[in-house]
């Protein structure tokens, strides 16, 4: 059996190299541009279709939220790679006399999560092609029908530019096929749970892993509440709060909280204070205080409700709890893949950074906070003293730390976590990570060369 997979991962393996090097060799930065376009486009044509497969096949998330994330993603990234230099000397600086010369890095194999089956195969797909590379995916077993529609329509769009088919392909969705293609292609992308990451990074291959979100969000004293709030809860929700960048835990300024509270109330959220109803919303989540209940990752809020056994209002958005303590014997202080949230209130705005701090040290670690402030030493303060990779300030989170038009972040599905996470990068994944450079350094005989004096004056 391990032999047939292994012949079989070293056919697809051999299409690709030899699909990769006839797009190295005859496509131009134009050509290959074209390509990484229409790659996006056919998800932007196509969101609605997509999105309907993703919530069947799942069970998990909201239509609109992914037909809104296919047009989205789509969008921003193309937007962000068309004009970039990919091919050939991509920076000359004359200053210096360095030339940059991108090359392929070859294969890319793919590690796609059932919590996000269209943007990331198509995410991946426009970063490894604007490098000349070929990819090969290797889908959740529960998203396997969607992720192999979705390679034959990429292939299709291949063959329409006269690219060839082969720089996109699937493998079963199995361990063994998965282990092996690691072991076998050039580079690694693992975006999902924490053991395909840990297998990336055990392959032997130059990998890009992702670490587990659990997004902290601060508020500051002196905001407009009535803004901050509505953003918030459109993180929380967003897709049935599936994605890793979504906003987890709250933190009020104590004198403002019942305030702030009563603002998430008119925003059809149900808010529950009560030792007895949190708890009950603790078991439905974390059974026996353990791992995250299957019964109610990506489900709507009255599902959620149902399972912990409370009755909620037919229009509620979002559930919120105020949280029974902040160490690491509550188990709301982590990843919470459902629209609920957590709340608690704080003294100083050192004391809410800490608590953000030590509830990333138990999950999340490296990933992303969230802050809504308008004092920019408080800003400040919060990027030097939390262990993320990224600050999302004054916008939604989930929407925002992988890149918006409203913000200077890389557009992306892969957010890397630093080596908190156990990561290879902190910052989000780009199409310049797939691709090598060599350095051409020109002599200098004009140089303008230091003194020992001037050196070590």
């Not at 160490?327 to 809410?352: G, N, R």
């Not at 953000?356 to 030493?377: C, F, P, R, V």
């Amino acid at each position: 059996m391990e032999q047939d997979v292994n012949k079989t991962i070293e056919t697809i393996i051999e299409k690709a190299k030899v699909a990769q090097k006839e797009f190295e060799t005859n496509f131009s930065q134009e050509k290959v541009d074209e390509v990484v376009r229409a790659i996006g486009k056919v998800v932007y044509d196509n969101a609605e279709e997509l999105a309907k497969r993703a919530v069947e096949e799942s069970g998990m998330g909201v239509y609109a939220d992914k037909v809104a994330k296919n047009q989205g993603k789509s969008r921003i990234i193309w937007n962000s790679l068309k004009g970039k230099k990919s091919i050939g000397v991509i920076e000359e600086n004359k200053e210096t006399g360095i030339l940059k010369v991108a090359k392929a890095k070859g294969v890319v194999a793919a590690i796609i999560p059932a919590t996000n089956p269209v943007v990331t195969p198509m995410c991946n797909g426009m970063f490894a092609l604007k490098g000349q590379n070929a990819i090969v995916l290797s889908p959740s077993r529960r998203v396997a029908k969607l992720t192999a529609y979705l390679v034959e329509v990429f292939r299709k769009v291949l063959k329409d530019h006269g690219a060839p088919e082969d720089l996109f392909q699937i493998i079963e969705p199995t361990r063994e096929a998965t282990n092996a293609l690691l072991k076998s292609a050039d580079v690694v992308v693992a975006t999902g749970g924490s053991s395909m990451v840990k297998a990336a990074y055990s392959s032997g291959k130059p990998a890009y892993g992702v670490g587990p979100g659990n997004v902290q969000t601060i508020v500051d004293r002196d905001i407009n509440y009535e803004e901050a709030v509505p953003k918030i809860i459109a993180g929380r929700i967003f897709d049935n709060g599936i994605i890793c960048s979504g906003e987890q835990s709250i933190f009020i300024p104590r004198e403002n909280y019942d305030e702030v509270i009563d603002i998430f109330k008119k925003n059809q959220v149900y808010y529950a204070d009560s030792a007895e109803e949190v708890g009950k919303f603790a078991e439905a989540i974390f059974p026996d205080g353990g791992a995250m209940n299957r019964e109610v990752i990506g489900q709507s809020v009255q599902t959620v409700a149902k399972v912990a056994g409370v009755s909620v209002p037919e229009d509620t958005k979002m559930i919120l709890l105020k949280a029974r303590s902040l160490d690491h014997s509550e188990p709301l202080c982590k990843e919470k893949m459902c629209p609920v949230m957590i709340a608690a209130p704080y003294d100083t705005f050192e004391e809410a950074v800490d608590y953000a701090q030590k509830n990333l040290e138990w999950e999340g670690i490296g990933h992303s906070a969230a802050l809504h402030s308008d004092n920019m030493d408080h800003i400040k303060y919060a990027g030097e003293h939390l262990s993320i990779s990224r600050l999302v300030v004054n916008q939604t989170s989930s929407t925002g730390a992988g890149g918006s038009l409203y913000n200077g972040f890389s557009p992306t599905t892969t957010l890397g976590c630093g080596s908190w996470g156990n990561n290879s990068i902190s910052e989000n994944l780009n199409y310049t990570h797939l691709i090598n450079i060599s350095q051409i350094g020109l002599f200098n005989k004009d140089a303008k060369v230091p003194t020992d004096e001037e050196i070590w004056g």
